[in-house]
C-alpha cells in the first residue's frame, strides 16, 4: 500500500481523495460513530512499535509534500472546520480534550517538543499565515464561541493551578543545566533550549551541525541563525576565552 502511494499520480491521488470526501459526506451519523469507534479502539490498542512507525509515516509525509500539496491539505483541513456543525465541533473538542486528559507525561513531553521544533522552524511566511489564520478565526467566531472558548480556558487554568505546592516544588529543583548548546557551547536549562533544523541553515553553520538532524542551542544563538546571522560566540569563530595555563 505504502509504495502505491508512494508512486501514485496526481490525477489519481486526486481521484482517490474525491472518493474519500465523497463518502465521509454521504455517511449517516451511525456509520461515522463506527468509523470513529475503530480508529479509537486501533489507536488505544497500538504498541509503542506501531505508534513511533505511524508518527513516522506521517512525519515522513509531511516532510516530502510539496507546497502544492501543502497548500491544498491546509484549504481542505480549513474547509473542513469551517463547514462542521457546532454538534461536531463540540464532539471534536471533546475528544481532543479527553485525549489531552489522559495522556502520560511522557506523551506531553513529547507533544510539547513537537510542537516547540515546529514553530522554532517555521518560516516568517509561515508563522504570517499561521497568525493570520487565528485572526480570521477570532474576528469571525460568535459571543456563544467566545464565551465557550474563555471557559476552557479558564477551566484549564484552574487545573493547572490546582497542582500541589509540593509538586510545584519537586519540578522547580528538578531543572538542569544538564544540555550544552551546539553552537557557543554553553550548558542551558530547558527553557532556555531551541531545536533547529541544521540543513535550513547551511550557509551558516558548519558541516557538522548541517550533517545532523537537528541542533540544540542557547535563545541567543536561536535569534541570530533565524535571522541569517552567523552568532558571535559560535565555536568556529574561535572567540572563546583561552583556558588558563597552569
Known amino acids: 500500500m505504502q509504495d502505491r502511494l508512494a508512486n501514485e499520480t496526481e490525477e489519481q491521488r486526486d481521484h482517490r481523495f474525491r472518493l474519500i470526501s465523497d463518502r465521509l459526506s454521504n455517511e449517516t ?26 508518527l513516522g509515516l506521517i512525519h ?63 518560516t516568517e511566511e509561515q508563522r504570517a499565515h499561521r497568525l493570520g489564520l487565528i485572526h480570521d478565526r477570532l474576528s469571525n467566531e460568535t459571543p456563544e464561541a467566545r464565551l465557550n472558548r474563555l471557559n476552557t480556558m479558564r477551566q484549564t487554568s484552574h487545573i493547572r493551578r490546582g497542582i500541589t505546592n509540593e509538586q510545584s ?49 542557547c535563545s541567543r544563538c536561536n535569534n541570530h541563525i533565524k535571522k541569517r546571522k552567523i552568532p558571535p560566540t559560535a565555536y568556529w569563530n574561535k572567540m572563546m576565552p583561552a583556558e588558563p595555563m597552569n
Open 29 to 54: 451519523e451511525e456509520q461515522r460513530t463506527h468509523r470513529l469507534s475503530l480508529i479509537s479502539d486501533r489507536l488505544s490498542n497500538e504498541t509503542q512499535e506501531q505508534r513511533a512507525h505511524r
Open 60 to 122: 515522513d509525509r509531511l516532510n516530502n509534500e510539496t507546497e502544492e500539496q501543502r497548500t491544498r491539505r491546509l484549504g481542505s483541513m480549513q474547509d473542513r472546520l469551517a463547514n462542521e456543525t457546532e454538534e461536531q465541533r463540540a464532539h471534536r473538542f471533546r475528544l481532543i480534550s479527553n485525549r489531552l486528559s489522559n495522556e502520560t507525561d511522557e506523551q506531553r513531553a513529547h507533544r510539547l517538543r513537537l510542537i516547540s521544533d515546529r514553530l522554532s522552524n517555521e
Open 169 to 217: 516544588f519537586q519540578t522547580a529543583i528538578n531543572v538542569f543545566a544538564d544540555v550544552s548548546c551546539d553552537v557557543c557551547k554553553k550548558n542551558i536549562y530547558p527553557p532556555q533550549r531551541f531545536n533547529l533544523r541544521p540543513n535550513m541553515y547551511n550557509t551558516l553553520l558548519p558541516e557538522e551541525l548541517i550533517a545532523l538532524d537537528k541542533i540544540t542551542t
